[in-house]
């Protein structure tokens, strides 16, 4: 694999818990044939394949499943669709900082708060308890707080609705390679 567009997952005080690499897809790449709510110019999809590996602070991993990440630039959260072939598996919506995108990277701050979200909408949050204690223990400011649980609100709405966020997210791929064609290399 070529090397492409670091992603580092940092934790509230700026250690950094993960990194990864990962193919940013162009504006122009159709990720399914079926007609996908539009995701605004400036935000970043980003394709990693099945085996990419995943350097976390207990370990190296590799991914088990292909996997499209969505971050926007002034959001406190990004999705990850995690694919079994060509098909969603479920989705995970992660509550952060506004992301860094640069050039060549893309840096966030995960806020230890989580949604599983399956391809019928249904939702589970995953880590309240979590962020609630990670929280206190790390003297999150109330704006990054009240920030959070916004974002929280943002995607138990968009999955009670049907609508927004989750209508970029295909259920059915195109293909499984697009780190072999119509990525940049940033």
């Not at 990004?78 to 989705?91: E, I, K, N, P, V």
């Not at 295909?170 to 990525?183: A, I």
Request: glycine residues 4%; negative net charge.
């Amino acid at each position: 694999m070529q090397s492409g567009f670091l992603v580092e997952s940092r934790s509230y005080d700026q250690l950094i818990r993960g990194s990864w690499q990962a193919y940013r897809l162009d504006n122009d790449t159709r990720l399914s044939d079926d007609l996908l709510a539009e995701v605004t110019d400036d935000c970043a999809r980003l394709w990693l394949p099945a085996g990419t590996l995943m350097h976390w602070s207990t370990g190296t991993h590799p991914l088990h499943h292909h996997c499209l990440q969505i971050f926007w630039p002034e959001r406190w959260f990004m999705l990850s669709a995690f694919y079994d072939g060509r098909f969603l598996r479920h989705t995970y919506a992660s509550i952060i900082l506004p992301p860094r995108i640069e050039i060549e990277r893309l840096s966030f701050v995960d806020l230890d708060l989580s949604v599983l979200v399956q391809p019928d909408l249904t939702y589970e949050v995953l880590t309240q308890a979590e962020f609630e204690q990670i929280a206190e223990l790390m003297h999150y400011r109330e704006e990054t707080r009240i920030g959070a649980l916004m974002a929280l609100r943002t995607i138990t709405s968009s999955t009670q609705r049907s609508a927004g966020l989750f209508a970029a997210i295909p259920h059915l791929l195109r293909q499984e390679d697009f780190h072999l064609s119509k990525c940049e290399k940033s």
